[in-house]
């Protein structure tokens, strides 16, 4: 039986120019396999807290400035070249360090994901992700990197905690005692996370300066030690109390806190309620 010449001219282009014909078929498998990730299959979203910085999470560098950290906005949204939605901000914490001008920045996030709740392995804008992961992220008010520190398959609840604090420094100014305002706070960006409820102040100690041969005596400081009372929201972490994600509370540690109009530095954790 004869083929229908049609049929034979069509067998001989497809014998002649097969390869013409798999290029056209792997276009035509990756446009299917296109067609349905954008509009058929459901995205997978994941929930990830991240600490912001350069990345890697052993490395030491500056941490944002507040003017930075004012350009990132609770709601913000990070959009793939279709225009939908691959990173969205939660929320916002910042907390205070010891350094001038740098703070603490953690984000609460929800990503658009590829991978599997199963098998736990997800990928990001092509990069894998995981606790400890660096992770980059281009919204329209601002761009940077972080460190992913929790990431879960449903939306990151915190459990939060009020303790009674007290700090104490035996030996603290005059204008230190004085700076200290009961009722002042600090507002993380969230909430107010920490209030002070008193202070009170010992007997005047004089401290002499111990180069008074070449220094003016008029230079030596008379001295009080303070102890100040503090109302702190923070959590608990394998028992220990923790204060902005990084910082353990812990009777006789040095700690670092501020509110608004005072920062507390070289004062030691003298009670915990």
Do not use: H
């Not at 498998?29 to 058929?40: A, T």
């Not at 102890?227 to 910082?247: A, E, M, R, S, Y």
């Amino acid at each position: 039986m004869k083929l229908p010449k049609t049929l034979k001219n069509l067998t001989k282009f497809a014998v002649d120019n097969y390869f013409i014909l798999i290029f056209l078929a792997c276009v035509g498998f990756v446009g299917v396999v296109s067609f349905y990730k954008l509009f058929i299959s459901k995205p997978t979203y994941v929930y990830v807290r991240v600490k912001m910085g350069q990345g890697l999470w052993w490395a030491s560098t500056l941490k944002p400035s507040l003017w930075f950290i004012k350009n990132i906005k609770k709601g913000d949204v990070q959009t793939d070249l279709t225009g939908k939605p691959l990173a969205e901000i939660l929320s916002v914490r910042y907390y205070p360090t010891s350094l001038s001008n740098q703070y603490d920045v953690y984000l609460m996030m929800k990503l658009k994901v590829s991978g599997s709740s199963k098998s736990g392995k997800y990928n990001f804008n092509r990069s894998s992700i995981g606790v400890g992961a660096p992770v980059d992220f281009e919204f329209s008010s601002s761009q940077f990197s972080g460190t992913i520190t929790d990431l879960s398959s449903r939306p990151i609840r915190d459990k939060f905690v009020v303790k009674t604090v007290y700090l104490s420094k035996p030996f603290a100014y005059t204008w230190e005692y004085d700076g200290i305002k009961v009722g002042d706070k600090f507002f993380d960006g969230e909430e107010n996370v920490i209030e002070i409820l008193d202070k009170s102040a010992g007997e005047y100690a004089s401290i002499i300066s111990p180069y008074r041969s070449i220094v003016d005596e008029s230079l030596s400081q008379n001295r009080r030690g303070v102890t100040v009372k503090l109302k702190i929201k923070g959590k608990i972490v394998d028992n220990k109390f923790v204060f902005g994600n990084d910082q353990v509370v812990s009777l006789g540690k040095n700690i670092y806190f501020a509110t608004d109009n005072f920062n507390f530095s070289d004062y030691v954790v003298a009670g915990i309620e």
